[in-house]
């Protein structure tokens, strides 16, 4: 308003001056002073209008400078909710690695058509077919501190009578002493090969439906000890070209147990085995105990593992593996054998193939008999394709398993075998996976002329959480 | 005439470039001052390979609106493919994955306070943390 109070008298003025005539004129011609006074008129109603004019582009910018402080009062308020949304966020993120205890699993549900000659199915020989429920696997991964790390793994299996079996799998404890050693005590599973370590329980890690079948876990049958309860050290260390790993463990020697006379292998094969076992008649009718709850035997297992990953290929894998056990059975005559596994394995986990491969080597010897030292192998070669959300896959397994040697020939599943086995996964999402497999199995060492062979058809819905 | 198409096709590309600029926008690793990493660890830290530097534990983190860009930019994997590398950890080595973090300002103030905590963030770093890379 100032300005325009200003700029009004001034130009008042200033049109008086410019446009007065000259003192000479005046009172010659009034008409000329008539029409002066139209012009004046009318230059102070322009003048009038720039006046209005002015006043409303102050009243504007007045306007303006109200909006400005208002738009920053705002900005002010944004960013201080922004902050205080932050802090919140941050404080629930503190609480749940403070105090949170992350539970994730594994579940699988399943269709089986199987022709199996064996005890799981009261030894008919028949097409099987049913719905299985696999396994809930949960593992917990609590919060100690920056060092300190638990692994807790807690299975519940569907048995064949109709109940459910839980199984403690792992309950390990560990100190990280850098990248390069990681020190584990407890129940942990046996770092041998590579499948053991990789997929175990967890069914939708893996491709196929099935392990090879020498690789089962214990309860299935398996030949080794998928679980050690001892103590471990592993660890991983970069070099120039690839990365290197190890583990070493020591352990609990796994015992033979559930030994009983008058077995049915015993009776169709009644020399196939050592003198001790053919007198006792009980072959093939024990099973691995990896003894958890302690060492009754006082034997140890040893082992180890070391790898190399290469930079040039991207997702190879090399390794070698030994074990080492002296094992015995509960025959009422006690036999003991000291295990001795040496191998190899390669793994190709890239994209869009995948290939895997393991080879055992066993060199057992008979330390409570005279049948001196026995000489058996184990292998398998998997290979898939991924097509996106599509990945056939195919396996070969092969065992040649000595029957003269105590340690096979007790077991159950201790007979040799080959099988082929071919199947298709979908990823339905990142977490499930529906896969579908057939597999050809033939056994062998069952007698003079026997061999069972069979097929299977199994369909797999396998899920992570 | 050939000035003026010359010019315009030099306008076009700065265009391009420009827009290319806008649609990447930068990110930024960030980590503890207290934490002593290189830029060639990066991706081993958050692929769970690397969890020790010097004496100190390392906690990286991710950052939730920028994840995607991160994993594309920094580790050249997806979501699901990072996602499935810390199941598989998690499962066998019981190594917990970094917690999502809900920005930017998040993640600062956790890199600040954590030693041995690592990050990434799209704004321009603020004091009291170290850059280990910009993207």
Known sequence: MNLTRRIIPA???ALAVALAPPAYAQSSDAAKISELEKKLERS????????????KIEQASANNRDAQTKTAQHAEKIEAIEKHVSEIGGSLSRRAEESGLPIHGFADVGLVMSREDNPSFKGRKGAVLGTSLGALDLYLTPRFG?????????????????GTAADLERLQVGYIFSDAATGWLGRFHTPYGYWNTAFHHGAQLQTSILRPRF????????ILPAHTTGIWLTGTQGIDRGRIGYDVFAGNAPQITRVAAGSNLAAANRTGFSPAVNAGTYAGSGRLDPLHAGGTTQRTSIGFNAWFEPTAVHGLRGGLHGLRAEIVDNAPVTNQTLVQMLGGYLAYMSDPWEAMGEYYR?????????????????????????????????RVERSRLDQTDNYFGVQASGRS??????????????????KVEFNSTRKEDLGPGLTDRFPE???QYAIHF | MRYQKFSLRILAATIGLAGSAVAHADLFVIANPATQITASEIKEIFTGEKQIAGSVKLVPVDNGPVQEAFLDTALRMDAPRYNTIWTKKSFREGIIPPTVKSGNNDVIEFV?????????????????????RKY
């Open chain 1, 215 to 222: 690789l089962d876990f214990e309860h299935d049958g398996g």
């Open chain 1, 417 to 434: 075998y080959q099988r082929i086995a071919a199947g298709l996964r979908y990823d339905v999402d990142p977490k499930a996976a529906l």
């Open chain 1, 44 to 55: 102070l109603e322009l003048i009038n209008q720039l006046s209005e004019k002015i006043r």
């Open chain 1, 146 to 162: 920056d060092r300190v790390k638990a692994l807790i793994e807690l299975v519940f299996e569907a048995e064949e009578n109709g």
């Open chain 2, 112 to 132: 600040r306070r954590t030693p041995g905590a690592v990050g990434y963030i799209s704004s321009n770093p603020p004091n009291g943390v170290t850059v280990v």
């Open chain 1, 362 to 394: 066993f060199r057992n010897n008979d330390r409570s008999g005279a049948t001196g030292t026995h000489g058996s192998w184990a292998a398998y070669a998997q290979i898939g394709y991924n097509m996106r959300r599509w990945t056939p896959f195919a």
């Open chain 1, 11 to 13: 130009g008042v003025i």
């Open chain 1, 457 to 459: 058809l199994r369909i």
